[in-house]
T-cell receptor
């Protein structure tokens, strides 16, 4: 299957600082990438949908000024958590859809390895 | 909005026993996907179901998509300790681009 690389896998930062998480599709072009947040023992909650070359679409309740998403190329999307606070500590996971796949049918979401963010 | 419910939340089984997790959507789905997430890991795609009433098998795993395309199930025959993890269903609505994940079922297998 397709490979999605997410970096870093773990990060510890001080409260008030910003953290950037990268999501790369290594062997395919991803017009759409998704960013999820997962709290311990809970499901994945979609934060935003990132489309290459356009603004991200944020889910209700997700602050777009706090979680900055950039999808500048077909293989890279970044999520920046700005002015991080301890309550932002979580597992963040990206997924990417292969551009070559027919829309809405037979699509697969390939997940990155996730980033465990701890804000102290 | 679209909601996807998954039951049970947890399941303990003895190795060799069967296991089933059920997924129900509040709206009709264009397709449903199943993922497995090992403790500390990320979701790994297992399968996608698209057609009404579709049944697919992967070795000991059997996936079904309901006739109304609103529910789905994953059945594991003769569980093994390697089956341990959380199984998530994720549905995509008719007009949707995004996946909505169920809450997951955590499977624990006693050797």
């Amino acid at each position: 299957g397709a490979v999605v690389s997410q970096h870093p896998s773990r990060v510890i930062c001080k409260s008030g600082t910003s953290v950037k998480i990268e999501c790369r599709s290594l062997d395919f072009q991803a017009t759409t990438m998704f960013w999820y947040r997962q709290f311990p023992k809970q499901s994945l909650m979609l934060m935003a949908t990132s489309n290459e070359g356009s603004k991200a679409t944020y889910e209700q309740g997700v602050e777009k000024d706090k979680f900055l998403i950039n999808h500048a190329s077909l293989t890279l999307s970044t999520l920046t958590v700005t002015s991080a606070h301890p309550e932002d500590s979580s597992f963040y996971i990206c997924s990417a859809r292969d551009r070559g796949t027919r829309p809405l049918l037979n699509t697969e979401a390939f997940f990155g390895q996730g980033t465990r963010l701890t804000v102290v | 909005g679209q909601q996807v419910m998954q039951i049970p939340q947890y399941q303990h089984v003895q190795e060799g026993e069967d296991f089933t997790t059920y997924c129900n959507s509040s709206t009709t789905l264009s397709n449903i996907q199943w993922y497995k997430q090992r403790p500390g890991g990320h979701p790994v795609f297992l399968i996608q179901l698209v057609k009404s009433g579709e049944v697919k098998k992967q070795k000991r795993l059997t996936f079904q998509f309901g006739e109304a395309k609103k529910n789905s199930s994953l059945h594991i025959t003769a569980t093994q300790t390697t089956d341990v993890g959380t199984y998530f269903c994720a549905g995509r609505g008719d007009a949707g681009n995004m996946l909505t994940f169920g809450g997951g079922t955590r499977l624990m297998v006693k050797p």
